[in-house]
């Protein structure tokens, strides 16, 4: 298996629900770095994965939305604890969707899958990984 991976950072602000997450309840800020892995069994004819620069910037789409804000007050998270294993798929989303409509400089088909790792600190991180297909 071959793979191909690029990497970025956002800075959040957010809060959670629940009392396992004793002081985390209270609104405070994290500071992410993304790693998101393409995966494919075989090299493209002109030897790649996939196209980097694309990679790269599928990925900074999939952050734009979520880079220096609250997600407490997105909408589409309104029900849900951002916590760091859920904005994993999250991410993987969207970069899903980059792929399989062949935006990354290779035909979506010819993918595997997606890996997207968040690390939170230098100690813990979490990752999400699923088949494109």
Same mark, same amino acid.
């Given at each position: 298996?071959?793979a191909?991976e690029?990497r970025d950072?956002i800075? +959040?602000?957010h809060?959670?629900?629940g009392?396992? %997450?004793?002081?985390?309840?209270?609104?405070h800020g994290? #500071? %992410?770095? +993304?790693d998101a892995? %393409?995966f494919?069994?075989t090299?493209?004819?002109n030897?790649i994965v +996939?196209? +980097?620069a694309?990679?790269h910037?599928?990925?900074?789409? @999939? $952050?734009?939305?979520?880079? !220096?804000?609250? =997600?407490?007050? =997105?909408? *589409? %998270?309104s029900?849900?604890? #951002?916590? #760091?294993?859920? $904005? #994993?798929?999250h991410i993987?989303?969207q970069?899903a969707?980059?792929a399989?409509?062949s935006e =990354?400089?290779? *035909?979506?088909?010819e993918l595997? @899958?997606i890996r997207?790792? $968040?690390s939170?600190?230098h100690?813990a991180?979490?990752? !999400?990984?699923?088949? =494109?297909?």
């Amino acid at each position: 298996m071959f793979a191909v991976e690029v990497r970025d950072h956002i800075m +959040i602000a957010h809060s959670f629900r629940g009392a396992v %997450f004793g002081p985390a309840q209270a609104m405070h800020g994290a #500071t %992410f770095v +993304i790693d998101a892995a %393409f995966f494919a069994e075989t090299l493209d004819p002109n030897g790649i994965v +996939i196209d +980097i620069a694309c990679a790269h910037e599928a990925l900074k789409a @999939a $952050l734009a939305p979520l880079n !220096y804000r609250n =997600l407490d007050e =997105l909408p *589409e %998270f309104s029900r849900s604890n #951002t916590t #760091t294993e859920f $904005l #994993t798929k999250h991410i993987f989303d969207q970069l899903a969707k980059a792929a399989r409509a062949s935006e =990354l400089g290779r *035909e979506g088909r010819e993918l595997k @899958a997606i890996r997207v790792a $968040l690390s939170e600190s230098h100690v813990a991180r979490a990752w !999400y990984k699923a088949d =494109l297909w």
